[in-house]
Structure formats: structure tokens, C-alpha cells
């Protein structure tokens, strides 16, 4: 028997295996950009409802970053915001009937984890310079350097654990009660799916937020919201 | 439970490439609409502040153009008043001297016509007393009057220059003796004799008549003339009451 867990080539390119979560994760980058062209090729200063819409997602996304980091947006808007918006367009791909969402496939997250590390580091030297960047281990004390080395890999991996695990064990739910009920039955199941999609797209895009503010040096804002910090651990 | 890192690595790369064509073709695009939309606003929000404020500056300035319109005003006013008052006066001295010119004038010609007036009147005074003289003279002529005028006549040449009288008397032409009314051949003698006796020697008399003499006895010749009637004196009397009155 073949683990669900386990991510199955659709087929090859020479050595590498391309599986249904990269597939998936090609139409959503098309679909995405495609979108995008279409949405951004006839901007104007009096918008349509569907540019104030987005206008209002792009307001959002600054919004966010202006509160949990406390500096000025421009430079993260891209990295924050695209990772919102793939992992929240990924988590309700399950919504397509037989599309299997990327983030419920462990590499896709453990990626998406790995690029907020690379990133806090990227952002961090860029703030500070190396040495800046550095001494943010030895806070508040050099004693910590060494558990903030491991944290800062710790909560990497937190990071994509809680979101596979979230997503992962909402399609599992929904796959095993429509083996069991039928038809209409998951759809409750379903829609409290896409709502743990939404905040797991939120947590990760807050999460990496906070990651890039500790090290950029800005001083955590009121607004983050602390039961996220607490609760690294947990899926 | 697998992990395949072939995945891994097309994950992370198809991520990385999806960030990028979203900051190319959504968030950059979009953000710079709102940027620019609220720059546009800020914009406009400058530009009525600062119409806001060149509005105020603007009453302002009407504020002061008004009060400065007040004291422009009363500046005027003053101004109007004393060129008014400077006018009044100029045009009351020159009212002053023109009345007192027109009262010299007036004054000049009342004096003028007076006094012609004064000497037409003399005048006719004159006129109206020789006149009158002259009537009633007329009613004197008789031989007393006529002796009493050659009495005068002959005083009269008694009274001239020898040099005159010796000048007459060489004389060939003979005087004329006029007289108001014919004198009678006895007169005529009389007066002959006595007019001869007067010069000094016997001169030609000739007799003739004037009624314009009114009375009286005249002796006229080439280069002398005696004048002894009331006519001449009347008209002595009348040529010095003139010049007492031009006088």
C-alpha cells in the first residue's frame, strides 16, 4: 500500500520526478500571474470594484507588515504577500475535485519554511549588515547564542510541520468521512477546511513576519499577535 | 513517510519564481497605482490648502483694500473739502474784486454822467438865463440905452493903445458901427463925433444894424473890433459861468 503521505511522480524530466503538488503548484503559479496580467493591464486612478479589491488586498498585506514589523512595507510586500497568497490559493485547491492541495505534500511546506529561513537571513544582513545580523543571537545575553541557533532552526521546522499538518490532516479528514458518509456529508468538513486554510495562510505569513522582524532588529509591535509565539510548537 | 528533494528544490525555486512575477506583474503594479493615487490626493489636498490659504490672504487683502477704502475715503473728503473751501475763497475774493471793480465803475460813470448832467444843466441854466437876460434887454433899447452904450464905446477906444487908436485913425477904410436898431442921423453924428474924439482924430464911420446885438453900440474893423452890446456881454457872461462851472 502506497502511504497517502508519500508524494508520487506524474512523471519525469531526465532524473527529476515532477509530483501532483508541483504540477498543482505550476497551474497555481500560471493561474496567479495570468491573473495578475489581467488585473494590473488596465489600472486606473478611479477604480473598478475589481481594482479596489485587490487594492485592497495589496492595503492589507502593508498593513500587516507596518503593524507586526513596524517599518515601512515596500521591501517585504512581494516575499510576505506571495506566501499569503500561495499558501491561502494551495490550501483551498482541494476545492477542485480531484486537485490535491501542494501544502499538504511535506516538501512544498518544508520549502516554503526554507524560504522564510533564507529570507530572515537575506533581510537580516541587509538591516544590519553581518555582524548586525549576528548579534541578534547574543540577545539578550551571549549565553543564548547557542539556543538561538537552535531555535531559529527549530522554528523553521515548526513552521512547515504546522502547516502540513494542518492541511495535510484536513484532506485526510475529508478524504476518509466521503469514503464512510457520502456525497454531501464532508461539506461542513470542507468548509471549516478552507477556513483552517485561511488562518494557516495568515499564521505563515504573520510567523515569517515576526522571524524577519526579530531580525531585522525592529522591537516586537503590541499588534503581533502573541499566542502564534507561544504556540510554535504546536500543529 | 518520504521527502524528495528533487521536489524540495522545484518547490523552493517555483516559489522563488512565483514571488518574482507577482512583484512584477501584480504587487508592484498595484501598489503604484495607490501611491500614485494618493499622491494624487496629497496633491490635491496641497493645492486646496493652498487655495485654502491664498482665499484667506485674499479676504485679507479685500479686508485691508476695504479699511484702506475708508481711509482713501476720508483722505478724499479732506481733500474735496479744502480744495472746496480754498475754491469758496478764491472765488469770493474774486467775487469781492470784481464787485468792487463794478462798484468803481459804476461809481466813475455815476460821477461822469453826473457831471455831465451838472454841465448839461448848466448849460441849459446858462442858455435859459441869457435867454431871459437877452429878453429883457430887449425892452432896454432907447436912446438913453443907445447913449449909454456909445458911452462905453467911447470909453472902450479911450482905453486902447495909442499905438492902436494912431493905427486906426491912419485908416482908410471906414469902421462899421453896429447897432441892434437903426440909429438916427442925429445919433449917427453924435456917435461920429464922439467915436472920432475917442481915437484921437476924425475916422469914417459907417452905420449899420444887428438885431442880434439885443442892445448896444459896436465899432468893427479891418484889424479891430470893439465890442460894446449885451450880446457880447451876455456871451462873456455865459462863456465864464462855463468855465466857473468846468472849473
Known sequence: MISPLASTPLFYLGPVPITSGVATTWGIMLALTLGSVLVTRHLTLAPSKTQTVFELLVETVDTQIRETMAVPPEPYRAFIGTLFVFIFVANWCSLIPGVEPPTAHLETDAALALLVFLAVIRFGIRAGGLGGYLKTFATPSPIMIPLNIIESITRTFSLFIRLFGNVMSGVFMIAIVLSLAGLFVPVPLMALDMLIGAIQAYIFAVLAMVFISGAVGTEQPATAPPALLTRKGAP | ?247
Open chain 2, 1 to 247: 513517510m518520504s521527502f524528495d528533494w528533487w521536489t524540495l528544490s522545484l518547490q523552493t525555486i517555483n516559489v522563488i519564481v512565483l514571488i518574482w512575477l507577482l512583484q512584477r506583474f501584480f504587487w508592484r503594479p498595484v501598489a503604484s497605482i495607490i501611491a500614485e493615487r494618493r499622491a494624487l490626493a496629497d496633491k490635491t489636498l496641497a493645492d486646496i490648502k493652498a487655495e485654502s490659504s491664498k482665499a484667506a490672504a485674499d479676504l485679507a487683502d479685500i479686508a485691508a483694500t476695504r479699511a484702506g477704502f475708508a481711509a482713501e475715503r476720508a483722505a478724499i473728503l479732506t481733500a474735496a473739502r479744502a480744495d472746496a473751501a480754498k475754491s469758496r475763497a478764491a472765488q469770493l475774493a474774486e467775487a469781492a474784486t470784481q464787485a468792487a471793480a463794478l462798484e468803481a465803475t459804476a461809481k466813475a460813470r455815476i460821477a461822469a454822467e453826473g457831471d455831465a448832467d451838472a454841465k448839461a444843466w448848466g448849460q441849459r441854466s446858462a442858455d435859459l438865463g441869457v435867454d431871459i437876460a437877452r429878453r429883457l434887454a430887449a425892452r432896454l433899447d432907447g436912446p438913453q440905452v443907445r447913449a449909454v452904450f456909445l458911452d462905453w464905446l467911447v470909453a472902450a477906444i479911450a482905453a486902447l493903445p495909442e499905438a492902436t487908436r494912431q493905427a486906426a485913425r491912419a485908416k482908410t477904410i471906414p469902421f462899421d458901427a453896429v447897432s441892434a436898431t437903426a440909429l438916427d442921423p442925429a445919433e449917427q453924428a453924435h456917435a461920429s463925433e464922439a467915436i472920432g474924439a475917442a481915437f484921437g482924430g476924425a475916422v469914417a464911420v459907417t452905420y449899420s444894424i444887428d438885431p442880434a446885438l439885443i442892445a448896444g453900440l459896436e465899432l468893427r474893423g479891418d484889424h479891430l473890433i470893439v465890442g460894446n452890446s449885451w450880446q457880447a456881454d451876455l456871451l462873456k457872461i455865459q462863456a465864464e459861468l462855463q468855465h466857473d462851472r468846468h472849473g
